[in-house]
């Protein structure tokens, strides 16, 4: 409960319609969709303003409350929702929702925290631009959630994570004091640059209300192919073999094995299998070109078959669908981005965001696949994502028939030899969705005493009261 006058301080800033108290409006803010996390809060805030955040944190910072930063409530760690104590105040970033200004010619955009990544493509669009970050979750998640958590997503192949993203930020600190740093400069070498601290910080160092962000020319040529292999052996061969060919052409590189594509046709509407039998594993590989040929012939689709081709003689690969249009390219993309959410369909999963040098992903998932099925006999490992960058969601359901609770328990058990593969092959144990909560204890193990010392200090130096994201990553 909050005092009766700290909530009225609260009503003065934002409006009273916007402090909410009813469960039934607090609800979807408390709890995320795989329903790992479920908290209490006295109270869900919703500014619409940077200066109404700034008046929260002034406040809150002031009289020793808490505040959880939340945006579109997509993090898989934890970091957005309020733990069980009821004192830990929600804020959310959802009605800074402005895209404010649209540079087509400087090639930047300025947005608030609270646009979805979807708005915030539709922008671009339609400023005949492109802004590249690409995630399953991007009608719902906000560009303030993807800055504090430097989402990764399908594009990263091509374009970066959202750190290489960012031109500029505006960020409200936790006593309430604002860092205007909307600047849209690609050059800038004055000092330290402080924004990329807020990048993937999760809201413990500041709340992001503002950024400026790149643009990239829309492509105007794309082609997607489905391809079945053998193994991830043969899908690093054809990977070497596409980037060599391809380079900056080549925007996607995404891995699944049949398992998972058999949940996603079992659970996933309108979904179907673009190839005539079945493979072990597939990949869904993408290519894009800013520019036609002359004559009107599309770059993609002669380099596409170019690489399959050659991939074919090389019996690198069993089979391949090319999209004929938009249409089958997207049901392509949808089979891939529906492969998270179907996993629940099949009873309790055990995940892992990791990632490993490229060139070692066949030998970790052989490893890998091997532990976890001696660990679990019957398990069933849905080892897939984002391949060119060396990043797996290494996801792992339970037997079938197995008792979910009882398969869950072991879920501790099950992530220490996982990360231990990871760690001997000097991979991270959190490649794309951050620390937050599910994370924490584990960064102790894997950060040098120095780096978790210099973490601690810029911590205490930008937050030193600790009313933003307690007990997140740290
Ligand atoms: P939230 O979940 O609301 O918050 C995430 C963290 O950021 C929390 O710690 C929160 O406190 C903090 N935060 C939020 N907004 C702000 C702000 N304005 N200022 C300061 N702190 C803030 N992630 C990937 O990287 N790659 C993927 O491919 C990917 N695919 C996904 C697919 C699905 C189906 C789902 C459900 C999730 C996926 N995610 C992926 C995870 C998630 O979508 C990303 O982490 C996303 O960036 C979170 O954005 P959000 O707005 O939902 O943030």
């Known amino acids: 409960m909050l005092a009766p006058e700290t909530l009225s ?44 955040v700034a008046a929260i944190l002034a406040h809150a910072d002031a009289n020793g409350l808490k505040i959880i930063p939340q945006g579109g409530n997509t993090g898989l760690v934890g970091g957005q929702i309020p733990n069980d104590s009821a004192r830990e105040i929600v804020l959310s970033l959802g009605r800074l929702n402005r895209v404010r200004e649209v540079d087509a010619e400087g090639f930047s955009m300025t947005v608030e925290a609270g646009c979805t990544l979807q708005a915030i493509h539709d922008a671009a669009e339609e400023a005949d631009r492109l802004f590249p970050l690409t995630l399953g979750s991007q009608g719902s998640c906000q560009i303030g959630g993807n800055i504090s958590t430097n989402a990764g997503g399908t594009a990263v192949l091509a374009y970066g994570n959202t750190r290489d993203l960012v031109l500029g930020l505006e960020v409200v600190m936790a006593d309430g004091r604002v860092l205007d740093g909307l600047r849209s400069l690609r050059k800038d070498n004055t000092g330290y640059d402080l924004k990329q601290l807020f990048i993937g910080a999760e809201g413990t160092l500041g709340i992001v209300t503002a950024a400026v962000i790149k643009l990239f020319p829309r492509p105007r040529a794309q082609d997607v192919a489905f391809i079945g292999l053998e193994s991830p052996h043969e899908a690093l061969k054809l990977f070497a073999a596409a980037r060599a060919r391809a380079g900056g052409m080549l925007t996607g590189f995404e891995l699944m094995p049949r398992v998972g594509l058999e949940f996603t046709l079992r659970h996933l509407q309108g979904a179907r299998d673009p190839l005539a039998e079945a493979y072990p594993w597939y990949v869904l590989m993408e290519l894009s070109s800013g520019t036609e040929t002359e004559d009107g012939e599309n770059p993609t689709r002669a380099l596409m078959e170019t690489i399959l081709g050659e991939a074919f003689e090389a019996g690198l690969v069993a089979d391949a669908a090319l999209a004929e249009s938009n249409a089958q390219a997207a049901a392509f993309w949808h089979l891939r981005h529906g492969m998270s959410e179907v996993q629940r369909e099949e009873g309790g999963s055990i995940k892992h965001d990791v990632s490993v040098p490229v060139a070692s992903v066949p030998r970790f998932l052989d490893e890998a696949i091997a532990a976890v099925e001696k660990m679990v006999p019957g398990c069933r490992p849905v080892p897939f994502g ?55 204890d584990l960064l102790a193990e894997v950060k040098s005493p120095l780096e978790l010392e210099l973490m601690k200090r810029v911590k205490a130096a930008f937050d030193p009261n600790c009313t933003l994201n307690p007990g997140r990553v740290l």
């Not at 009503?11 to 969709?33: C, H, K, S, Y």
């Open 9 to 52: 301080r609260f009503a003065e800033i934002v409006g009273e319609a916007n402090v909410l108290t009813d469960p039934q409006d607090m609800a979807p803010f408390l709890r995320e969709w795989r329903d790992l996390y479920q908290g209490e809060t006295p109270a869900v805030l919703r500014p619409g303003t940077r200066e109404e």
């Open 386 to 440: 984002h391949m060119g960058d060396g990043n797996i969601h290494f996801n792992v359901s339970q037997p079938v028939g197995a008792d979910k609770a009882a398969y869950l328990a072991r879920w501790d058990e099950m992530n220490e030899i996982v990360h231990a593969i990871v760690g001997r092959f000097a991979g991270s144990v959190s490649a794309e969705h951050g620390i937050g909560r599910l994370k924490r």
